[in-house]
């Protein structure tokens, strides 16, 4: 079965020092692999995309996340937070065959402290 | 949000009533989707369209329906069916869902439903 897997619910982070958000995937093939964001109230932003060529990706705010075939993983970093940052983020990933449709993780709510 | 509405914002539903949510897009998008979020699940996929007039099921279709008389409009019902429909609704378009997978989704706003 499909499945993402991000298995932290909460993340907290001093302001200015680097945060990572873990995602892995049991997804069949190469897929797609996607990061969203999304504040208080609101719809999902996108923030990246892992679709081929080189593993580090870079995305919207300052975010990159970093690909990992062997370890199937996808993790979302950012050298230094911000308070603004403090958000729901999703991992996403979609097949590059087979199923039409986003496979989204639970989600993992970032907080910046101050 | 980009060019995606939804509408209302908060939307309240009495037993055994039917309520219907809407989203309008404005992106030319050929593909346009529905997802349920609740607290701790992540989103889950409703329904999906990739032309006007064509719509498959997807994960947690039962207690839904929807239409797609106009590529621009995906409204979706929310039937008595549908047991326990409180849960926050996202729209959501994307240029093309055939080969190109990689295309990125744009989300709506959202709909939040409760039920009096």
């Known amino acids: 079965a499909q499945s993402v897997a991000q298995p932290e619910d909460q993340v907290n982070v001093a302001e200015g020092n680097p945060l990572t958000v873990k995602c892995t995937y049991s997804v069949s093939g190469n897929p797609y692999l996607f990061w969203y964001v999304q504040y208080p109230n609101r719809g999902l932003q996108f923030l990246l995309k892992y679709i081929t060529g080189d593993n580090l990706v870079k995305g919207s705010y300052g975010f990159e996340a970093e690909f990992n075939k062997s370890q199937t993983s996808f993790h979302l970093k950012k050298p230094s937070a911000l308070v603004s940052d403090s958000a729901l983020y999703f991992c996403a990933v979609r097949p590059r065959t087979g199923a039409n449709n986003l496979f989204f993780g639970t989600g993992t709510r970032l907080t910046v402290i101050p | 949000d980009g060019g995606i509405t939804q509408s209302p914002k908060y939307l309240f539903r009495k037993e055994g009533q039917n309520v219907t949510l809407s989203c309008e897009q404005n992106l030319n998008h050929d593909a346009m989707y529905w997802y349920r979020q609740d607290p701790g699940q992540g989103l889950r996929l409703i329904y999906y369209?990739?032309?006007?007039?064509?719509?498959q099921k997807g994960d947690i279709a039962e207690g839904y329906s929807v239409s797609r008389e106009k590529k621009e409009s995906f409204p979706l019902t929310v039937t008595s069916a549908q047991k326990n429909p409180t849960a926050f609704y996202l729209c959501?378009?994307?240029?093309?869902?055939?080969?190109?997978?990689?295309?990125?989704?744009?989300f709506g706003a959202g709909t939040r439903l409760s039920v009096l």
């Open positions: 959501a378009s994307s240029i093309d869902l055939g080969g190109l997978a990689k295309n990125i989704q744009y």
């Open positions: 369209s990739q032309i006007v007039n064509d719509f």
